[in-house]
């Protein structure tokens, strides 16, 4: 019977975070200052973050070391499992092999624990006593929560006003964690107060929420912001997963020849993809590596290489992204995680020098591939990790119609046992697969500033 489930030894949870712009072939563009449109250095970003994530964002440095307080927490869901999904390749009736790496076990369900508990422990070392942050459907926010939580440090989640109604047992995983949730727009900065006051029954949004957040950092001395994917350190946190995947692939005796993840801001894409990128970067191997997105925010495939804000606010600075306007606001999909107008730099210098492929997906789908995976390996994934499941079904369906073999690895980033509500959507054929709104992006590009 061929082996199932790869596992490492605690021993084996890397000692150092991979940094892929040690060994990118051209620098990637640098942020801009948002007014001056400069190149911005760490300083400014001194207000909002702690100086060691801050050198995180900017460092050419290959390997950055974990602390060991951060890999003592790793270990209660690290190593994550590989897992070869027999019974899926068994159901395709395909020649490829699949594997997956799990990300599910950590405590908020997901990956972003990987980030969180860095970003909580460098925050702690320079004294920082409370981190705000915003949170969509409350993925992030119940990891950064839990991190917070280990390390003594006060969190507060300024969480969108309707998954504040409509999604209750996140917020409630926050406040077993200890935190403090309020709903956005919320009465507690200028900036929500505004909104409330202008349209007393706003359901909030991302943008508005991160506009808070980013309010409460920036006025308060004892206080830092913290973001969930898109930049930089994000990225490198999450690198823990590529490492691990090596070794336990090399267990399997396979090597992967393509590589596939979900990507909404693109972290845990990234997380599994760029320690095997090195190997292709260093010109050893051919890898491919495929992110796939939602058809109605796929600022991959249909967005514009430009440079734009982080937020709808317009308060980041500036990044060189693919993307679909920081005004765009995606339709309400149920893989919340993947609604971000645009995508991490990192991903995007590589998806231009044509090492990532894009491909994008709708939704109803992405729910078929998921309840297939749950009906042959059991896990119920998230619906943002159904968008990689999908992605690897293609590929092992194509692998069949060659006739050939093709070793498949894809990122589970997540399961999905709070997002049930979505799979009785879809099993009662009540999902929507949303036009991509070209109208509406047209629209949101319009208010990108002009760079020359
Ligand atoms: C947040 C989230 C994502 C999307 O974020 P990335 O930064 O693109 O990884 C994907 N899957 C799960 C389970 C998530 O919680």
Redesign the pocket.
Known sequence: MATKKFFLPESEIPTHWYNVAADLRTPPPPPLHPATHEPIGPEALAPLFPMELIKQEVSGERYIEIPDEVREIYRIWRPSPLIRATALEKALDTPAKIYYKYEGGSPAG???PNTAVAQAYYNRQEGVKRIATETGAG??GSSLAFACNQFGIECKVYMVRVSYGQKPYRRSMMQVWGASVVASPSADTNAGRAIREADPDSQGSLGIAISEAVEDAAMREDTKYSL???LNHVLLHQTVIGQEAIKQMEMAGDYPDVVI?????????AGLMFPFMKERLEGKRNTRFLAVEPASCPSLTKGEYRYDFGDVAGLTPLMKMRTLGHTFMPPGIHAG??RYHAMAPLLCHLFESGDIEAVAYRQNACFEAATLFARTEGIVP?P??SHAIRGAIDEAVTAKEEGKSRVILFNL??HGLLDLAAYDDYLAGKLVDDEYPAEKVREAMRSLPEIP
């Open positions: 997901s990956h972003k993925q992030w969930g994917s898109v993840g979900c990507a909404g801001g693109g972290s845990n894409a995680g993947l998230a943002e990790s980033s997540g």
